[in-house]
């Protein structure tokens, strides 16, 4: 654990705003502060993509600055805020994993909870952000749920995770929920096109409609290595030699490319089952996909999925990619009746 003011894993885009699909949270946290009655504990729930912890931190500051605005937005100019930019206010704690994927350990959580208990030294809020909280083990999160029931005056703690059915009911329950949704796609077009965003309309479909998700690929070039999987897929298809094409995909990213393949496969079956009104991921490769059903069987398909979701479960351990490309591919091509 550090007590210290936290970037976002996502790039952290407007330090002083909070994004334009947060407005009513924003206003609900804030009608709650006004008003003396901001709950001890609040869990931010949504999507990876959706900026929660930007949002988090972006309370946490309204919390501590000694003159925030009208709408609660801190000032950026007084000490407390000074402090918070240099990662050093001693009221604000971040508690995450040592690594993504590792676990929020018992010790963290009760060094977090013995902090927490003692008095604010600003003489304002203690705030304390659990980024991805549901990372917490079950040692650690019974550990937090005294502080959860006994918080001591001033004290906030805001639980920030995209997947809430790791969380325990007993510290859920505790916890005021606040949800983020997917915004609505046009919003979301709008605030990519205004960061100077390319081509936002893929990016946005294969983020699944999270913006942030969708600036990241930009950023990171990972539309080109989506297209790479694409037509690595679409030459199987046509019964072109795998080995080369899985030497180029073991490369990249392994995560965003089980993910794509995942929706891929997805996007066949709700064609299989929607026809016309399935609502695709892949919309740009629509008539390929049209195509590429008449070959699959949905037995098939689901075959696919279920290795799909073995081999993203065992991400973390070490793999041999290149084994794995290769497999994943050879099932691809097995997959579909011969043309
Ligand atoms: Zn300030």
């Not at 060094?111 to 990372?135: C, E, M, N, P, R």
């Not at 949800?179 to 960061?195: G, H, R, V």
Request: hydrophobic share 40%.
């Amino acid at each position: 654990m550090r007590s210290a003011y936290n970037s976002n894993p996502i790039n952290y885009v407007c330090l002083f705003m909070i994004y334009p699909w947060q407005q009513a949270q924003w206003l609900k946290v804030q009608q709650q502060k006004r008003a003396s009655r901001l709950p001890h504990a609040l869990l931010m729930l949504g999507a990876e993509g959706l900026g929660k912890l930007d949002f988090a931190n972006h309370l946490a500051r309204s919390l501590l600055c000694s003159s925030p605005d009208d709408a609660g937005n801190a000032c950026g100019e007084c000490a407390a805020c000074k402090l918070m930019t240099a990662e050093t206010h001693p009221d604000l704690f971040i508690l995450q994993a040592e690594e993504r994927g590792k676990a929020i350990k018992v010790d963290d959580v009760r060094q977090l909870s013995s902090k927490l208990s003692l008095t604010s030294q600003f003489g304002g809020y203690q705030v304390a952000i659990i980024v991805d909280a549901h990372d917490m083990n079950i040692n650690a999160s019974n550990s937090l749920l005294k502080t959860l029931e006994e918080p001591s005056n001033e004290t906030i703690l805001i639980l920030v995770s995209s997947n809430p059915q790791k969380l325990p009911v007993t510290v859920r329950s505790r916890c005021q929920v606040i949800t983020f949704n997917i915004p609505d796609a046009q919003q979301s077009l709008s605030w990519l096109e205004s960061q100077n965003i390319q081509q936002a309309q893929a990016l946005l479909q294969l983020a699944h409609g999270a913006p942030l998700l969708a600036l990241n690929l930009q950023q990171d070039d990972l539309l080109e290595h989506h297209k790479l999987l694409v037509s690595s897929l679409l030459k199987v298809a046509q019964n072109q030699p795998l080995i080369d094409l899985a030497e180029q995909l073991h490369k990249l990213p392994l995560s965003y490319m089980l993910n794509w393949l995942f929706d891929w496969i997805e996007d066949l079956i709700k064609l299989h089952q929607c026809g016309d009104s399935a609502q695709l991921v892949h919309v740009a490769q629509q008539a390929e996909l049209k195509q590429l059903v008449s070959r699959s069987s949905l037995s098939g398909l689901y075959d696919y999925l279920d290795q799909l979701t073995k081999n993203k479960q065992l991400q973390s351990i070490p793999l041999n990619t290149q084994l794995l490309w290769e497999d994943l591919l050879l099932s691809w091509y097995k997959t579909l009746k011969r043309a």
